[in-house]
């Protein structure tokens, strides 16, 4: 399973990397409105006659820098915050509280046009990279820190604190690394989850104005009618590439969970 | 289990919930008896209502009064004559259109005219409406002040009846400009001031109260259907059988369609599948590749393209203040990059005839004034070559990149050109396209330019103040008796011209072009734009366009796109025939509740 | 005193956080949408000020920012400077006039649907909200956690076609999954309704054929919806299941031959806690979260409603909405920490030994 879930992934990836070597992107028009596939241009044409292969392989890119900036941001964050708070516990970890709370209520979309309305050059996609990642970090901060004040009671920790090592040394070299697993999983989930959301914002409408993404593919698909016009070259294979990624990625987290938790490979 | 009894207690709390919440919003049954509104006697149509209805008073800015009421539409209240903008013939409805001189405006009331409480239609209602702006600075018709000084009524006979003669009187001190009181006849709709005296008589004369007033419960109007009900999901109106027009205009005959129901719809792919599976008689929306639904029996105007007639005029509006945008050249170069006959074909799906160069449309009501020869000799036409070789003539050079795409650009002194952006709303699909394709045309020739999508948010405000390069714009986008010189207007005038900055607003010619009191100022432009409304003689007028058009056409300050309908006009023959088309021209290719084209309503038979 | 009664002091410790947060949120709320320096009239006058001779277009402009709170005013008057410019009303006093009105139930008047009240918009579009994500959320729920234990009880061959499934079903986003339902069901087979609450020859009423349709057109969303979520509720579950089955306490009540069923039910009841964690979660956020769905079938619930106002920069629906958010989430994680705090025996037993550190 894990095999598969790696496979699927690197897959995407490899065509994101290599693709414009093996296919030549243009975005220029190389024939009429929503032609369908056929021939060299196996996926079809858009409403401005550019060819579907460049604009998902573009899209791809994109898709998936936007993913890996929100998940490193929000891991990160998330990380950082929720070990603190639950080693710490007490008034600090309460106030930490108080704070994530704070992020879940503030919906994304709403931080992302108000801050993108304030910047001329409207949203790029690493503005919005930074944006989903900035409002999406707290459920990770959650559960690291339900592990986080599960571990502080263990034993080696009272000895590290009787030896005297100050908060900082006790985070870093004794409760990091029995998380670590936890929060790499907590990485892949996060990643899946930008993906999905750039993906969620471009379809509103709120997403970058400068690039392709494969949600700007999908809102661009249905604002010009393909739905009804049976146009399906338009939207099912961006939606099969989200689809493919997201599961993927939830195969290798939950394969990860088998190997980090004997009991679950059973 | 615990969790099975557990569940079917949810499952029951949930129906019971959502039981309760639905009937929450249980309104009056129709007045039919029936569930639900017949379809043999309903009409659907879309694409004028945007948004929830809020208010239903026709003293409210037209773009907030919803659909029966806002805009021109004329099925509740109704204006003293309408436009058909295919013939450009005045057609008479409240009054009849006498004459029209340099002086005044003459129009009669038509006597028969009558208000759904029995009250005749009077000269006092039209001085009301008319004459806000006198009394209430902040009314929506506080405008037409400036440009009709008085209304002067005589009671006269005509044919053995007794009739109102209403002479509006041109206002020479103000603007002296009779063709906008043409506009205005036609679009602003007449009110029963008995009723909204007394609004104001019981809210302290505060016009602003009253202007917040919904008036949705059984309105007094004049026009031939009233509101029947409303939410945020649909409109719907019912036919009144005593409308005054049915004896005096239609010869005894009611409309066909006893209730028109309008959805609002949240996207725009909905209009295209409601009109596919016969959900929708007819809309008024963009909906690309129209021809693949003719088997679905939706039709329009034209056959085949440009499938609607012309109306509207899109256009790109350059701020001439802002170098190099303030070099004519430079913008004659940009006219010559546009692939125009890509625009039509990608962006607006065929949906507009081959454009020729300057600001007066070469098909339709304004053809009389399009001269052929000058659009040779001077307008600029797409051609990529003599783009560079403009660009290069005035000193600019272009560095391309080694995969052939656009660098950067430098100027005469040698200067980098920094890179323009065309500001446009995100989200209009047609727009983007245009955009998209102007950009691409442009970066090919050399010019270092970029599309700048915003929010609607940052648009509408960027349009006034003129801080853009290049703007989006669509001026004087309706049909009225004043075009094409609205259009030359919107886009040219000197009046209250102010530079870009601080808290500068101009509401029209947002570009600031021909700054007044400066060396490069051409007085010609201000000084014909003054002088057409009060031109009658054909000849005259025709070389009066002639000279402002070349004028538009050597100094580019804006670049029009493509020639679009005022509105998309496409209806379905499921469910109801005899729209007008081109084999069948009654009435202008307009949905039935604007102008000319309300007869409509009277002439549609059920699809057998 | 309060420590002889340690579950008391932990829930008023509690809400005196959340009500913290809730004073924060709310001042962050407002400044919000005043981030940028866009002025919403300037939007209304773009639309409205068109033709209109300068003296008329400041007049109207001042008309409304006067209306909305944005200038100083004193007995009615707008207070000018020395050039006769409107002076701005500060941030502040802007605020201290929200928090007035807010007391009074009174959210303001929306800028782009003028002069249609915030608080009427809300009341419309809310039940449709609910009730589109309520049974959603709750059938989602429900039936993916039954199928989630079944199959970490089971195992075998129905966990390895049933898991990949699930796990497929859940990576679907919520919008690619109502679009393909629309192409399939509504576009190709028009078996269902593409877009609406209703029909719209109806008109809302205590009918048998209101309700008719209110269901016909409730499908397609419905399912576009529940489908993914109990695949991912399937999947917690699972593992939850699968981990639980492995603990000594499961092993040791199973040798104690204990009934199957029983030995079920202790398994469920603590698998449970997280999901229903997750559960109160999701509740919370059902205000915002049907946006897209409701985007794709003409939904008329709250989403759309946002979306538009954020759009216009509607500050007075922007805020609105988001309290509402924020009332809806905070009110949601208070109630999760309370259940835990007495359902979890673990955090009882800490409670009741004191403060371990």
């Known amino acids: ?171 870093l070299v004794h409760i990091l690394p029995y998380l670590f697993s936890y929060v790499f999983m907590v990485f892949i989930l996060q990643v899946a989850s930008g993906i999905l959301s750039e993906a969620a914002i471009s379809m509103i409408g709120l997403g970058p104005l400068d690039t392709v993404s494969l949600g700007t593919i999908l809102n661009q698909a249905k604002n010009t009618g393909a739905l009804g016009d049976g146009v399906w070259w338009a939207f099912i294979p961006a939606s099969v590439i989200i689809t493919v990624i997201v599961f993927a990625l939830y195969l290798i987290n939950t394969s990860m969970e088998g190997v980090f938790n004997p009991r679950l490979r059973k | 289990m615990k969790m099975k009894g557990l569940s079917q207690i949810k499952y029951l709390l949930v129906s019971a919930l959502l039981l309760g919440l639905i009937s929450c919003q249980a309104k009056k049954e129709t007045e039919t008896g029936e569930v639900g509104f017949p379809r043999s006697k309903t009409l659907y149509l879309a694409g004028s209502q945007w948004g929830d209805p809020n208010t239903f008073n026709p003293l409210a800015e037209s773009w907030q009064a919803a659909w029966p009421v806002g805009d021109r539409f004329n099925l509740m209240y109704e204006p003293l004559i309408t436009y058909n903008s295919l013939d450009g013939k005045f057609e008479p409805l409240l009054g009849t259109l006498i004459s029209k001189g340099n002086d005044s405006i003459v129009v009669d009331i038509n006597p028969e005219a009558k208000w759904s409480d029995g009250n005749p239609v009077t000269s006092a209602d039209v001085k009301f409406v008319f004459e806000l702006g006198r009394r209430f600075k902040g009314a929506a018709t506080a405008y037409a002040v400036e440009f009709i000084s008085g209304i002067n009524v005589a009671n006269v006979d005509v044919n053995g009846a007794k009739v109102e003669r209403l002479s509006f009187m041109v206002n020479k001190k103000g603007r002296n400009n009779p063709l906008v009181i043409l506009d205005l006849l036609q679009a602003i709709r007449i009110v029963p001031a008995h009723v909204f005296e007394k609004l104001l008589a019981d809210n302290n004369n505060d016009f602003g109260a009253v202007q917040k007033l919904k008036i949705d419960a059984n309105p007094v109007v004049s026009g031939p259907y009233n509101l029947e009900n409303y939410s945020n999901e649909k409109i719907v109106i019912k036919r009144r059988d005593d409308y005054w027009g049915n004896k005096s205009l239609y010869a005894g005959k009611m409309p066909v369609p006893q209730f028109i129901i309008h959805p609002i719809f949240k996207s725009n792919d909905h209009f295209a599948i409601a009109l596919q599976q016969g959900g929708l008689d007819a809309s008024q929306t963009f909906i690309p590749r129209i021809w693949m639904k003719k088997k679905d029996k939706v039709n329009t105007w034209f056959e085949s393209s440009p499938y609607f007639t012309s109306g509207a005029l899109p256009l790109l509006l350059i701020n001439t203040t802002k170098a190099p945008l303030n070099d004519k050249n430079f913008r004659r170069a940009m006219a010559a990059a546009i692939n125009y006959a890509d625009i039509k074909e990608l962006a607006v799906s065929g949906y507009s005839p081959d454009m020729q160069p300057g600001l007066i449309m070469a098909v339709g009501l304004e053809g009389k004034y399009f001269n052929a020869e000058d659009a040779k000799a001077v307008g600029v036409s797409y051609n990529p070559e003599n783009a560079k070789k403009i660009l290069a003539d005035a000193g600019y050079k272009s560095v391309f990149k080694s995969d052939g795409s656009l660098d950067y650009m430098t100027d005469k002194a040698g200067n980098r050109v920094p890179t323009l952006s065309i500001t446009s709303p995100a989200g209009w699909s047609d727009w983007e396209a245009m955009v998209r394709l102007a950009v691409k045309g442009m970066r090919d020739a050399g010019i270092d330019i970029r599309e700048g999508f915003v929010d609607a948010g940052l648009y509408w405000p960027a349009l006034p103040s003129g801080n853009f390069d290049l703007i989006m714009h669509k001026p004087a986008a309706s049909v009225t008796p004043s075009l094409p010189w609205s259009r030359f207007e919107a886009i040219m005038s000197s009046r209250n011209w102010a530079p870009v900055g601080g808290d500068n607003k101009m509401n029209e010619n947002q570009g600031r072009y021909n700054q007044p009191g400066t060396k490069g100022y051409n007085p010609a432009v201000d000084s014909l734009l003054k002088l057409i409304p009060t031109l009658s003689d054909e000849g005259k007028l025709v070389q009066a366009y002639r000279e402002l058009n070349k004028i538009f056409m050597q100094d580019q300050p804006a670049l029009p796109l493509c020639y679009l309908p005022e509105q998309f006009y496409e209806y379905s023959s499921k469910n109801w025939e005899n729209w007008p088309n081109e084999k069948a021209p009654y009435a202008p290719p307009l949905l039935p509740w604007v102008g000319a084209s309300t007869k409509i309503l009277w002439n549609l038979k059920l699809a057998k | 005193m309060l420590k002889k009664y340690p579950t008391l002091r932990y829930i008023l410790q509690r809400a005196g956080w959340y009500f913290l947060t809730f004073i924060v949120a709310v001042a962050i709320n407002f400044l919000l949408p005043r981030l940028g320096n866009n002025n919403p009239v300037d939007i209304i006058m773009g639309k409205a000020g068109s033709g209109l001779s300068t003296e008329d277009a400041r007049q109207k402009e001042e008309k409304y920012l006067q209306e909305f709170g944005l200038v100083k005013v004193s007995n009615g008057a707008i207070v000018r400077d020395a050039e006769g410019k409107p002076i701005k009303a500060s941030k502040i006093e802007q605020f201290g006039n929200y928090l007035k009105m807010c007391s009074v139930g009174d959210l303001g008047t929306s800028f782009q649907k003028y002069p249609k009240k915030v608080i009427d918009v809300i009341k419309e579009a809310l039940p449709w909200t609910i009730a589109l994500q309520l049974p959603t959320i709750l059938f989602g729920w429900i039936i993916g956690n039954i199928l989630g234990a079944l199959a970490a009880y089971r195992r075998g061959v129905f966990d390895k076609i049933f898991f990949p499934g699930a796990l497929l079903l859940s990576s679907f986003p919520f919008f690619v999954f109502g679009m393909l339902l629309v192409y399939y069901f509504s576009v190709v087979i028009p078996w269902f309704p593409s877009m609406g609450g209703y029909a719209n020859d109806l008109v809302p009423s205590f009918s048998f054929a209101f309700f008719q349709s209110v269901g016909y057109h409730y499908v397609l969303p419905f399912f576009s919806i529940f489908l993914i979520l109990a695949g991912g509720q399937a999947i917690g579950m699972r593992s939850m299941g699968i981990y639980e089955l492995g603990t000594d306490y499961i092993k040791y009540a199973k040798w104690l031959g204990l009934k199957e069923n029983k030995v079920l039910a202790y398994l469920f009841r603590n698998a449970m806690l997280p999901q229903l964690t997750g559960l109160a979660l999701s509740l919370g956020n059902m205000v915002g979260g049907a946006l897209i769905t409701e985007m794709i079938f003409s939904y008329p619930g709250l989403g759309m409603a946002i979306l538009t106002a954020i759009q216009n920069n509607d500050y007075p629906m922007i805020q609105g909405c988001t309290l509402l958010i924020t009332i809806c989430v905070l009110i949601a994680n208070f109630t999760v920490d309370i259940m835990i705090g007495f359902f979890d025996p673990r955090v009882k037993a800490g409670l009741q030994i004191g403060k371990g550190k």
């Open chain 1, 1 to 171: 399973m894990f095999v598969i879930g790696i496979a699927l992934f690197f897959g995407t990836i490899l065509i994101a990397l290599v693709g414009p070597v093996i296919f030549t992107i243009t975005m220029e028009r190389v024939g009429p409105q929503y032609a369908p596939p056929g021939g060299r241009y196996f996926l079809g044409l858009n409403d401005l006659g550019q060819d579907y292969i460049s604009l998902l392989i573009r899209g791809l890119q994109s898709s998936l820098y936007v993913g890996f900036l929100a998940g490193i941001i929000a891991t990160t964050l998330g990380t950082l915050i929720g070990i603190y708070g639950g080693f710490k516990g007490g008034w600090v970890d309460d106030f930490l509280n108080m704070v994530t709370n704070l992020f879940i209520v503030i919906p994304s979309f709403v931080i992302l046009i108000l801050i993108s309305s304030s910047f001329k050059e409207g949203r790029s996609l690493t503005l919005i990279g930074i944006i989903i990642g900035m409002t999406a970090w707290t459920w990770s901060a959650r559960s690291v820190r339900a592990q986080s004040s599960a571990l502080k009671s263990k034993d080696h920790i009272a000895l590290a604190k009787m030896n005297g090592a100050n908060t900082l040394k006790v985070l």
